[in-house]
C-alpha cells in the first residue's frame, strides 16, 4: 500500500549537480519525518539529510554536505527531492529515500519505509 520510488540519479563530473526525487504513493508525506540516505560499497547506510513533518520542517545534514545539498517535499506531487550541487567523487554511492522515523538525528534504523535505491556516480 505505501510505497516510495526514487529516480534522478546517474553518473555525473566533478562539480556537478544532480536533483534525486522520490514520489510517495499510499500515504501523504506531509505527516511524516523524512530522509536521503547514502550506502557506498562495504559501508554502512548513513543519513545525509533529514526533514521534520510538515511543509517548512526543520532540517539536519551530514555535516559532508552542508551547503551543497538541499532536501525539500513538495506537498502537492507527494514528492521529496535532493538536490545535490558541487557533486565530489566520495558522493557515490547509492541514494535511498526513506519516510517514517525522526528527523534528527537521522539514523537509518529509525525508518520504516523505503525506495528501492538510485545509483549516483561522481567521476571524470
Known amino acids: 500500500q505505501s510505497q516510495l520510488v526514487e529516480s534522478g540519479g546517474g553518473l555525473v563530473q566533478p562539480g556537478g549537480s544532480l536533483r534525486l526525487s522520490c514520489e510517495a504513493s499510499?500515504?501523504?508525506?506531509?505527516?511524516?519525518?523524512i530522509g536521503w540516505f547514502r550506502q557506498a560499497p562495504g559501508k554502512e547506510r548513513d543519513g545525509v539529510s533529514c526533514m521534520a513533518g510538515s511543509s517548512g520542517g526543520s532540517r539536519n545534514y551530514a555535516d559532508s554536505v552542508k551547503g551543497r545539498f538541499t532536501i525539500s517535499r513538495d506537498i502537492a506531487k507527494n514528492t521529496i527531492y535532493l538536490q545535490m550541487d558541487d557533486l565530489k567523487p566520495e558522493d557515490s554511492g547509492v541514494y535511498y529515500c526513506?519516510?517514517?522515523?525522526?528527523?534528527?538525528?537521522?539514523?537509518?534504523?529509525?525508518?520504516?519505509?523505503w525506495g528501492q535505491g538510485t545509483q549516483v556516480t561522481v567521476s571524470s
Open positions: 526513506a519516510a517514517g522515523g525522526r528527523w534528527y538525528p537521522c539514523k537509518a534504523p529509525d525508518f520504516d519505509r
Open positions: 499510499g500515504f501523504n508525506l506531509e505527516y511524516y519525518d
